[in-house]
């Protein structure tokens, strides 16, 4: 699984550049994505392998969903032949301008004026030197157009996902790992209280019963995708956080608070674009002033997840390699536009905009990230196991991996709601190799003990997702004679000795 490649094969610069002559192999997703300021993170992406390996990146980006980047390696390596016209024509005008320089080096000045031979005539004299003139112009032009080929390639091979990992199945069917828990076969009582309507046992109705979340208040005061929590929900989230908290702690995670702003460069770097391949808004940007966009100030957004943040806690930094792995975890609020997310299968708190989300994140050595990887599973199967929650761990095919990824596997709950929809079944956790995809964007080194700089690795995964987790307790939870749900005992430490949640008396 491990994708040790060799570093560029030349320099990269990123700077703006006027309209060049090769511009139809430009980025085609450069303009949709916000401009890199000067304090970004410069990037190291793996040119030289894209270029050696055209086919296996073509390949990748047609498994994985990404056909509009297939073209990229071909384009890739076109503009590098370019460039390499470029460099074997400015090395051979270098080369006649330092002979003309030799000779003016050895002139004498006379009236303020470079002579070459006092005893040359004056047409030879204007000659050499215009031709130096002209060599310094036509050198200046080919330097402008070698860098802006080199920002251009860099802008294509950005666009490029992450290789897949062999143990991804390719194409859009999961394989399934294992189980948690038993299922809850039995479904939901065909004869409740006579005094019952909640016969589907939807977090919605169980929800609106037991006043738990209000939908409608917060569709008035926000829009669709957003809501209340109160009461036993509003406490039950403080013990979900706290609970995954302590439990990633137990297993070597320490806790950080990211912030939920990130400039929008750092959140490309990461992987996450503003728009998906159907130009649909999947991020929140900061509106900017126009004095600030004149200016160039960077543009800010609303985080997605906490990844993107505690990616960016080492950006243009450099880490020990003995002291990896780097293990976080923290809370955080969670911004997601998904536009064209609404449906049927989405109703309440399934798909929303806003929400409330533990994340482990770390940075570690190449040949420790399966490990790695795998604790970070076994944590959310423990979290999961100990909730009483019935779950499927599925390894992702290619066709469901973000462009960071070279591996995920996702964890899906069982929801009695959306039994007659989509089997019942939700995704709830989500863990990811991402390699040295971020760090080679974001410019986070390690040194090893030899001294050499290498690319940490990164791994990242939910710890819990409170809204989804919410739902499927109150699904799996619900006692339909008594009307009330059941706290499940890992939360009670946090609960304020509530056990269950019913109708408020009086």
Not at 177 to 184: A, F, K, L
Not at 248 to 267: D, E, K, N, Q, W
Request: charged fraction near 25%; proline fraction near 7%; aromatic fraction near 6%.
């Amino acid at each position: 699984m491990a994708l040790n490649r060799p570093i560029l094969g030349f320099s990269l610069r990123t700077k703006q550049h006027s309209h060049v002559r090769f511009h139809k192999f430009l980025s085609s997703s450069s303009a949709s994505n916000p401009p890199r300021p000067s304090i970004a993170p410069k990037p190291n992406i793996d040119i030289k392998h894209i270029r050696q390996n055209p086919e296996l990146h073509a390949q990748n980006c047609l498994d994985r969903n990404y056909g509009a980047q297939a073209s990229n390696p071909l384009k890739i390596i076109a503009l590098f032949d370019e460039w390499k016209a470029l460099q074997q024509h400015g090395r051979s005008l270098r080369e006649k301008n330092n002979s003309i320089r030799t000779k003016l080096s050895h002139s004498k000045t006379f009236s303020g004026r470079d002579v070459v031979d006092e005893t040359a005539p004056e047409e030879d004299k204007a000659t050499i030197l215009e031709e130096a003139r002209v060599l310094k112009q036509q050198i200046g032009e080919i330097e402008a157009q070698e860098e802006a080929l080199t920002s251009s390639i860099e802008d294509l091979a950005l666009e490029l996902p992450n290789l897949t990992s062999a143990e991804t199945p390719t194409g859009n069917t999961p394989r399934l790992i294992e189980y948690i828990n038993e299922h809850p076969d039995p479904p939901p009582s065909s004869s409740p209280s006579p005094h019952s309507t909640l016969l589907s046992r939807s977090h919605v109705h169980i929800a609106s019963a037991l006043d738990l979340i209000d939908f409608s208040a917060a569709a008035l005061t926000s829009g669709w995708g957003f809501y209340y929590l109160k009461n036993g929900a509003a406490l039950l989230e403080h013990a979900l956080v706290s609970y995954a908290l302590s439990t990633a702690m137990a297993h070597g995670f320490t806790p950080v608070t990211p912030p939920s702003l990130t400039y929008s460069h750092i959140s490309t770097a990461c992987g996450f674009r503003p728009r998906d391949a159907g130009d649909e808004q999947q991020v929140y940007s900061i509106a900017q002033s126009a004095a600030d966009a004149q200016k160039g100030k960077p543009e800010l957004s609303l985080a997605g997840t906490a990844e993107i943040p505690f990616a960016g806690m080492h950006a243009a930094a450099e880490l020990d390699a003995a002291a990896l792995p780097l293990r976080v975890v923290g809370a955080s609020r969670c911004y997601r536009a998904e536009a064209g997310g609404r449906g049927v299968d989405t109703k309440g708190l399934y798909r929303v905009h806003e929400f409330t989300k533990v994340e482990m994140f770390a940075w570690t050595r190449p040949a420790d990230a399966p490990a790695l990887f795998d604790a970070v599973v076994a944590v959310q199967m423990q979290i999961l196991r100990e909730l009483g929650l019935h779950c499927r761990v599925l390894e992702q095919p290619s066709a469901d991996l973000g462009a960071s990824a070279v591996r995920k596997r996702d964890i899906e709950a069982f929801f009695p709601g959306r039994r007659e929809r989509v089997g019942g079944w939700g995704e709830v956790t989500s863990a990811s190799i991402c390699t040295d995809y971020q760090t080679r964007r974001l410019a986070t080194r390690m040194r090893g003990a030899d001294g050499r700089l290498g690319w940490p690795y990164t791994v990242n995964g939910t710890a819990v997702a409170v809204p989804r987790v919410l739902a499927a307790l109150f699904e799996n939870g619900w006692h339909e004679e008594r009307e009330c749900v059941r706290v499940p005992e890992c939360l009670w430490p946090w609960m304020h000795g509530v056990r269950e949640i019913g109708k408020k008396r009086g």
